[in-house]
């Protein structure tokens, strides 16, 4: 057990330190039932250990220990009320009770009719309920921004996809023009080729030219 309070029950600390002979009966019945266990001699003197331990107290069950549901109908509170057992109940539910049997629903302590405003149990309910606000907002914040994400991933996967198709493209220009090379050296070879072949016969031809003007030259 810390006899430090958690940070956040800290403005609960300080209300609950003005109402602390209002402490919860139920709440001094756990604790005494946790001291019993190392320390039973406090016992012999339940309300002053109450009085002692009750910052104690609250640091340790506050707030785990407040209900945010009715005993009787199993809702969350509407108009909770707290019993001078400090059992908590919504406002109807304990009235309506109270016509049918006038003990508490929870531990069957007389309620003697005697229906208190559950002042802490609102509060907490209102904490509640700014915490699940304050959650739905960062949440909703949380898909406009993956939402904005997924629009990013889409734009880029579209470009990705037009580069693809236009380096496809590039890739067919390329190998056509390949082949048109190709096909050029091939008829630029076969061309030097043929004019080898013309050079030949020209030559041959001047040879024969040249042979036949040295035998008529010899003739004459
Ligand atoms: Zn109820
Ligand atoms: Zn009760």
Redesign the pocket.
Known sequence: MSDSGEPETSVQESQLAEQEDEMPKSWKKRMLDEDSKNESSRLKNPKKVAKRTSRKLEADFEPAVLPLD?S??K?P??DPVVTNCYHY??K??ALKRHTENNKCFVCNEPTLGVFSTAVEVKQRIAETQKEARAMVKEVSAMLEKASAMVDDARVISEKAAKMVEEVEIMVEKAADMAMTAEETATKAAKMVREADITMETAKAKMVKALALTKTVMWTV
């Open positions: 009715c009787i109908c809702r509170f509407l109940f919504c109807k539910c």
